[in-house]
């Protein structure tokens, strides 16, 4: 089963525009780390927030954990028509396995 | 290598036949791990390696999957007699120690 719930499921915007994605989980964590998936290909890392962070950037992104609403949300600012991709959130309860479980995923289109 | 390389990239095949997938990861990486990328839909966790612990064998959905790694390098998932629903991204990633995952590009698996 899924642990992690993306919302939206899918998201179009104009390049320039800011895009926000939402993501819910059910159980204790120890770290939040977004993906990337552009069609056809693995995922990219490409960020980690512990449990005990609230906020995190990363250039362009902006990741925020809200632990106490079991909820996170990925900001993209500037939005360029290479960030069109699916982006996964997935959740940790860290240790050296760090078993990870994704959610469902966002896809994300950035019209040029 | 630079990434993690999977192989074959694309396999069909004919319902009940055997299927192996091949998991080269990155250099160093001791931990390795098997998901499931159905079409349109997140990652499901199959198999994780650590080292020469036992694996996790937890998300294998049934006795026809198996999996098996030597060491820290090479590991191949095997599906026996393969069923449609088969049908999916078989993803692997490696790790180092608790870090962030690195994907492979996946195999695509067909079963007519």
């Known amino acids: 089963s899924q642990q992690g719930e993306e919302d939206p499921q899918a998201l179009s915007i104009q390049e320039g525009e800011n895009a926000t994605m939402n993501c819910s989980y059910k159980?204790?964590?120890?770290?939040l780390q977004w993906y990337r998936q552009n069609s056809g290909r693995g995922l990219v890392h490409l960020i980690l927030i512990r449990s005990n962070e609230r906020e995190k950037h990363s250039g362009r992104l902006r990741v925020t954990l809200d632990t106490s609403k079991k909820s996170s949300s990925l900001l993209i600012t500037a939005s360029r028509a290479a960030d069109t991709a699916s982006y996964f959130c997935a959740t940790g309860r860290g240790g050296a396995t760090n078993k990870l479980i994704f959610g469902t995923g966002t896809l994300l289109a950035v019209q040029p | 290598g630079a990434g993690v390389s999977q192989s074959p990239s694309n396999k069909v095949t004919e319902k009940g036949k055997d299927v192996e997938l091949r998991c080269d990861p990155i250099?160093?990486?001791?931990?390795l791990y098997w998901y499931r990328q159905r079409l349109g839909q997140g990652l499901e966790f199959l198999i994780y390696f650590q080292g020469n612990s036992a694996p996790d064998k937890s998300g294998l959905p049934s006795d026809r999957f198996s999996a098996e790694r030597t060491g820290e390098s090479v590991s191949t998932l095997t599906i026996q007699r393969t069923q449609q629903e088969d049908s999916a991204v078989y993803l692997c990633?490696?790790?180092?120690?608790?870090?962030?995952?690195?994907f492979g590009d996946g195999t695509r698996l067909s079963i007519l």
């Open positions: 990633a490696s790790s180092f120690a608790g870090q962030p995952q690195h």
């Open positions: 250099s160093g990486h001791t931990a």
């Open positions: 159980t204790s964590i120890n770290n």
